[in-house]
């Protein structure tokens, strides 16, 4: 009698937790999904001609981009099965596999070093990029932080500076590749979580007093991003027009080209060699060259329809009582904010040049396979949200 009054018992546990919801969420995913093909294309027509000098063929980064799409889409299709509550109670061991492959990245023989830096493992013909993992862990591990310890957060000092403690050793191992690019979106991805969980105000301002006061003196530490920030200044100088400001004239002179509705898909003549990482980093300046003022206007509408909806969704949660769904939600959104903010910024002259791409868009393996995932991971919360409602 015992074993059969317990059998429903656990059915219901299966059925509540575990059971593959597939509830999408159609604005989200129909956004993303203009990204990721919008991206496929500009990708083809951004990269065809480096392509064909180094290796000999017109559409290697196209293909290989399409590649990792695959990769990501069935990535995807495994995190839109796993529950939320899994990667709530596994992200602590999440976090410290970060750890580790951020400690790996620095050792020589396992890093692979390029352009100075070491943030990518080599995995043979292809590699991979710790730091992505990493964010993804620091968002679980603060989301599950603050729904265990929320009193503790809201009320003392202590509650609040143990994340930060542990968001400071992510980022003394992304100062020590470099990657002054992600140190920047994690610090402002992990504070603005802390704040939406219930922070009070003089903490969160003075952390993020102390953040800025951090960025600015590892900005000033390099002579090379000290090169960087006075080339932002007066990029068309004498000294910078062929230096340290090469890159941000010519994607300048894109946005120019470009005018109200572009040259045309296909016609750039700037990513003709003259603007370095056209496919990757500047590929918003091919974009505007070839599409003009209103197609980067049209990218950044569906940037922002789908930023909306993750917030929107991660509101849903929220009020539903799904608080860790809803603060990965609200770390995702932030997240995709920032780097597209921080992308954009550069490609236009409003922020310094800074190697961090454009998500769904730029050409990269690990940032895409990382964004997709992130994307089935809020539409699963968007499907167990919906189930609490039914049940409720």
Known sequence: MTTHKSLPLITDRLGEHYQPLWQPDRILLGSTVSLLLFGLVMIASAGIDVSEQMFGVPYHFVMRHAIYLVVALLAAVFVSVVPMELWRRQSALLLMAGFVLLSLVLLPGIGQ??????????????????????????????????????????????????????????????????????????????????FLGGV???????????????????????????????????PWADENVYGSGYQLTQSLIAFGRGEWFGVGLGNSMQKLFYLPE?????????????????GVLALIAVYSLMIARIFRIGRL????????????????????????????????????????TLPFISAGGTSLIVSVCLIAMVNRVYGETLNME???
Not at 116 to 143: H, T
Not at 281 to 288: S, T
């Open 200 to 234: 009070k105000p003089g903490q969160f301002f003075l952390s993020m007093f102390a953040a800025m006061g951090a960025v600015v003196l590892m900005a000033t530490s390099e002579s090379y991003r000290l090169q960087r920030l006075l080339a932002f200044r007066d």
């Open 113 to 194: 070093e390029i352009k100075g830096s070491r943030r990518w493992i080599d995995l043979g013909p292809v590699g991979f990029q710790p730091s992505e993992l990493a964010k993804v862990a620091l968002i679980l591990y603060v989301g599950a932080y603050l729904v265990r310890r929320r009193s503790e957060v809201i009320s003392s000092w202590a509650g609040f500076l143990k994340p930060v403690f542990v968001l400071s050793i992510v980022v003394v191992l992304l100062l020590l590749e470099p990657d002054f690019g992600s140190v920047v979106v994690i610090l402002g991805t992990v504070l603005g979580m802390l």
């Open 390 to 392: 039914v049940k409720s």
């Open 278 to 294: 056209a496919h990757n980093d500047f590929i918003v300046a091919i974009i505007a060259e070839e599409l003009g003022l209103m």
């Open 317 to 356: 949660a929220e009020i539903k009582t799904n608080l860790f769904g809803a603060f990965v939600c609200y770390g995702i959104g932030i997240l995709f904010s920032m780097q597209a903010f921080i992308n954009l910024g550069v490609n236009t002259g409003l922020l310094p040049t800074k190697g961090l």
